[in-house]
């Protein structure tokens, strides 16, 4: 029982030691001012304890002492809030150029799913002293991906995208927990993060199942499906083609201008009707039922390969960010 | 003071036409309107509830000693944690104070005869028994599996339990709260003896009328939101069901409208009972007693403007996040005011350290660890760490049982007399006070230690190296189950055998210590007429010294 | 116990102007304005919902209390709504979000 | 004072000292419940905003399958019964007994005519298959989003309906006390409160009618 025990959480990323940092100075003022009122409570109840003799004094209240004491702690709670907001931006800005990963939650696994195309269930393989970015949506209900020793959480949430990002900092193992109630197996919902070297991580890789790469099976996917009948010039087009759209804005019906993204093309192939693009007529029936999750992943693996920005990444206005 | 002074309030004989004597029947009882009455069954369904709750608790605790998850299946596990959440919330700690000590003391401390609507009070009892009774009904057919927060989609899609019943029995509960809400508004402005100005009101009616302003504000945008989970349930309308293109996101954001206030209603009535005690047992007017009432108002306000903290992971706007975390920082500050002001009242005081005064000193020190906590979880960067781990767990319970429990001991032991016209044995209740404090203490301070090390709430089965912090806390659920089982013993056997009081045991300023204990049926012979504010004991001194 | 009795006229007038005001939504909502159709719909119906509160429902010649009433559900509601959709609308800049998705 | 409130018979409860006392909590507390009121409904308007702003189309499309001509009868309806509610009142403070229980039965009639109506809309579409979980099969291509627009429709005037629903029910009692003449210019708080009532179910309407019927129609 006494087996690891410890009474602090591993420190994993580069991110964490700014989280502890801020962390122990909330708990040092919180330290400082729960002794400062127990020790003054204390003072009182011996100085000031019922005795024969002796009154109390009514006392009306002090304009000065209500000023201090509702500035002092006002200016130490802004204060924390500065901070924490300035680590969130750190914890929550992701550098350019992470890996990117794509996850899958569902009751209750997490499905994963590396940039090469390998694929595990419950575990994350990732390099250390590389930034990782994860794409995460749910099957069905809210979960949370959460590892403690990285102090990174994020909801992921079924109908729309999230994204973490983490740069592991130390080799080994830490837990990954679903930190979202999800019904009935929520506290099985778990894995592992193993953090290794990068050529460990790279051995690691290759001797996996050759899981086919995100973009081939995406190409693949996009020939099995039809998609090209009418997705590419040809007699039969009745789409707009697809080569180099991804990362561009599309002119809808509506009259709106809607980016290209991962949220535009899983929108469009689930459910075709909506933000119809301009020029064609509404004909496209919808895939729900014959594509899941990570098909369409990797149907959009293959469009960014064959989009405007055939790297793999950025697709949101992270710069724009406050 | 003299002995013969302090004689005078003690061993009376209880009047005959107290409200206790006015009718013995079952009928007299479940048909009453006397406000005292309505309090008293209060006081009965809320301990019969926290007692269920109370079980609930023990079961999680036991299951949690181990890292298996051995001793229920999750099925199970998941409907005890969300059982002993709803009772503890919806069924205790929401009606608590306001629902026996409001009801009970408004109109004696107003100088009134009654609440404004007194039928509408028993309503407002049968409402909330009615809505008790189907969440035991939504207990027995299976139990719901939620969480007490009823999240989208798994609430409104994918739950298999019985999610409809128990909602129905929240929304009925709620409007036993908006209606005890309206009540208390309605009977704080209109029924005030004539000469009782706002600013000579003690804090209990101001941290009431705060907490009422909530109740009407707040509680209705739950209740619509609970019946668009059950239309979901029932037609799929989409509005909360992302395959249809709804937004779970937007669940959170109308529950927590009214869930975070909620908070506050269950906290700023505390509040009131705290002002009360401390003044009594000093013998002094709360310092700073007009930024005392303030902050009550200045939290129930604040408190609708910060409700975006529980949702910073959630899939919220950053902007919001931001927003939302400024926002708590500042409705901390009128806490803090609270305290600090509680504090400086025992300055020069003349302290009694009988048993309502070990409580108020032990929220004192409960709520301090309780809110301090809270600016961690408004704080971004903590938050996304802390969020939904047994840090959360720890903070609301300091805050809650810690706060509000604490409080509602504190209040039961200083009113029992006015209630019954009865003393509890002192020795018993002050053990039992200790006990309380310290085992509340061992169960929950080890969570914050664990929430850190990052142990999820609501989890089954946890990895190994969190068992030793879980056995402690489990250790300190016991002392704290035996803390609550004594007062349910003592208090009981006080009915009986208790030593008979007077109608001012304490000798404490205020309207309720003018009229006999127990009170008789309309509360006072005369309507008083008020000549100075509350906490007169500077005149009430003077008068007994007269008196020797 | 005073009781400020309306003339049967006032009443009469006050459901004549709603009716117009009726009239003038209706007839209004199929020119197109653009987004200000939505603009011009609240506002009349705001008009309308003050006269039905003050005269019908008495506000006008209630004490301050009724209007603090009144005036404090407006301002929650709108704290609601504010808060709520400033969610919303800073969602799309900040996280590429886009509505979520049916299928 | 104590004398009076010592009465326990006759208007005046016991634990009020006067009947303007007994008068204005009452209006109070009504006011307090009229503002929780508006808070329920403010959630589902809330709702209303959020969807409205996701899928501003399929909102539009919504609106063109209601009927603004019934939309517009229902509002002339529904604003008449409030004058008539009013009057109501009115016919109360002159100590009029036939006059109070006259106009609130004109009131249930007008107010039997919009829930008519609103049974007719209602109608239409269960045959057109727009009720979503009861008849859903909107025609193809329909926009995204137009089941949570119905959803949220059925919910907004059902909600609606059922306000006067319960209106109705305590119409029925105070037209009773009225014509046994419980009520006197002294003490007709129980007309008053009902008006009160009775207002607020219009104003709900008054938002909801352009909410749902118009936006878009042009």
Known sequence: MFQDFSLFPEAASTV??????????????????????????????????????????????????????????????????????????????????????????????????????????????????????????????????FVPAFRVKRDVVPGMYTSIWFEATKVGTYHLFCAEYCGTKHSQMIGEVIVMDPADYEQWLSGQPAGADPVESGRLLFENLLCATCHEPGPRQRGPSLAGRFGTKVGTQAGRQVPFDEDYVRSSILDPMLDLSVGFEPVMQTYKGQVTETNIQHLIAYLKSIGAQPVAGETSAEGEEL | MTTSARSSYLDAEPREDNYLAAGYGIKSWLLTVDHKRIALLYLISLTAFFTVGGLFAVLVRLELLTPQGDLFQSEIYNRLFTMHGTFMVFFFLLPSVPAVFGNFLLPLMLGARDVAFPKLNLLSWYLYVAGGLLSFVAMLAGGVDTGW??????????????????ALGIFVAGFSSILTGVNFIATIHKMRAPGLTWFRLPLFVWAHYATSLIMVLGTPVVAVTIVLVAIERLFHVGVFDPALGGDPVLFQHLF???????????????????????????RKRVFGYPVVAISSLAIAVLGFLVWGHHMFVSGQSVFAGFVFSLLSMLVAVPSAIKVFNWTATLYRGSLSFRTPMLYALGFIGLFTIGGLTGVFLASLAVDVHVHDTYFVVAHFHYVMVGGVVMAYMGGLHFWWPKFFGRMYPENVARTAAVLIFAGFNLTFFPQFLLGYLGMPRRYHAYPEEFQVLNVLSTAGASVLGLGFLLPLCYLAWSLKYGRKVGPNPWHAAGLEWTTTSPPPKHNFDAIPTVEHGAYAYAELDAEEVAHA | MKSHVLPLRVYLQVFAALMTLTAVTTGIAFVDLGAWNTVVALTIALVKVVVVVLWFMHVKYSPRLIWVAALASLYWLLILFGFLMSDYVTRVPVEGWAPPIAW | ???????????????????????????????????????????????????????????????????????????????????????????????????????????????????????????HKFEDGLIPGVAWHPEPGAAHGLRIY?????????????????????????????????????????????????????????????????????
Not at chain 2, 154 to 159: D, L, N, Q, R
């Open chain 4, 1 to 123: 004072m104590p004398e009076l409130a010592a009465t326990h018979h006759g208007p005046l409860a016991h634990h009020f000292e006067t009947l303007e006392q007994q008068k204005d909590t009452c209006t109070l507390g009504m006011w307090a419940f009229l503002v929780q009121e508006v808070m329920f409904f403010g959630g589902l308007f809330a709702c209303y905003i959020v969807y409205r702003f996701l899928y501003p189309a399929a909102f539009l499309e919504g609106a063109h399958h209601l009927s603004p001509a019934w939309g517009t009868f229902n509002t002339v309806v529904l604003i008449g019964s409030s004058l008539t509610m009013a009057l109501s009142v009115r016919a109360a403070q002159l100590g009029r007994r036939r006059g109070t229980a006259g106009f609130i039965l004109a009131t249930m009639a007008l107010a039997c005519v919009f829930l008519g109506v609103k049974w007719i809309e209602y109608g």
């Open chain 2, 149 to 166: 927060t009823f999240y989208a989609p798994y609430s409104s899609t994918y739950a298999n339990s019985q999610v409809i019943v128990s």
């Open chain 2, 256 to 282: 927590w409208f009214y869930s975070h206030p909620a908070v506050y209603i269950m906290i700023l009535p505390a509040m009131g009972i705290m002002s009360e005690l401390i003044a009594a047992f000093s």
């Open chain 4, 150 to 218: 119905f959803g949220l429709y059925f919910t907004m005037t059902g909600m609606h309906a059922l306000h006067m629903v319960v209106g109705l029910v305590l119409m029925v009692f105070v037209a009773l006390r009225a014509l046994r003449g419980r009520y006197s210019p002294d003490n007709y708080i129980g007309v008053e409160v009902l008006g009160l009532y009775w207002h607020f179910v219009d104003l709900v309407w008054i938002f909801l009618f352009p909410l749902l019927y118009l936006l878009g129609r042009h």
């Open chain 1, 16 to 145: 964490a030691g700014r989280v502890d940092e801020l962390y122990l100075f909330l708990v040092g003022m919180t330290a400082f001012a729960a002794t400062g009122i127990f020790s003054t409570l204390l003072f009182f109840a011996v100085r000031y304890r019922r005795r024969q003799g002796r009154k109390a004094t009514q006392i009306e209240g002090s304009i000065p002492l209500e000023v201090l004491w509702s500035a002092v702690p006002l200016a130490l709670f802004v204060f924390a809030f500065g901070w924490g907001a300035k680590v969130y931006l750190e914890v929550h800005n992701r550098p350019k150029d992470c890996m990117q990963f794509y996850v899958t939650g569902k009751q209750w696994m997490w499905k994963i799913q590396h940039p090469t195309g390998q694929r595990e269930i419950n575990a994350l393989h990732i390099p250390v002293g590389e930034p990782i970015e994860l794409t995460m949506i749910s099957e069905d209900v809210i979960h949370d991906f």
